[in-house]
């Protein structure tokens, strides 16, 4: 009896940790998508600056705050960083290299993005497909995404 419940306890581990693996690989291309959108910010982080500028419209004040004092004067570097970011985490989840630490990094840039877009202020980010959905399967991926099959390093 004690056999088969673990047997059924492994068998169900499994099942899990290739639904995470799944999970990764589709989150990983989803951040590929999202920075090969942005590759045109290696040389010309204007085009970053002017999103900031158009945030500034609708931000409250502590957003306003933060774009006016972080990402407007740090716009050169983010420029930069934020494509590489996405395409690193991307890479990194497909092939399950340190898939925790990349769910995690993953996980601060999608915070960081909702919080300068202001979309936490708005009832349209409980229906946002980048909100929730991408929020939740990279903290799930942050909790639970050591050890998953077919990934680089175990």
């Not at 306890?9 to 995470?20: M, T, Y």
């Not at 990764?24 to 999202?34: C, D, E, S």
């Not at 945030?55 to 740090?74: D, M």
Request: proline share 5%.
């Amino acid at each position: 009896m004690a056999t088969q419940a673990r047997m059924r306890a492994a068998a169900a581990g499994a099942a899990g940790s290739s639904g995470l693996r799944i999970l990764a690989a589709m989150l990983g291309v989803f951040f590929i998508a999202m920075s090969v959108s942005k590759i045109a910010w290696l040389t010309d982080s204007g085009i970053l600056l002017q999103k900031f500028q158009l945030f500034l419209q609708k931000a409250p004040p502590s957003v306003r705050w933060y774009l006016e004092t972080v990402c407007i004067p740090g716009v050169p570097i983010f420029a930069r960083l934020v494509p590489l970011g996405e395409l690193s985490v991307g890479v990194a989840l497909i092939v399950g290299f340190w898939t925790r630490m990349a769910a995690l990094a993953a996980f601060l840039m999608v915070l960081n993005f909702h919080f300068a877009t202001s979309a936490f202020w708005s009832p349209d980010f409980l229906r946002d497909g980048t909100g929730f959905p991408v929020l939740g399967g990279l903290l799930a991926l942050a909790i639970s995404g050591s050890r998953l099959p077919l990934s680089l390093s175990k």
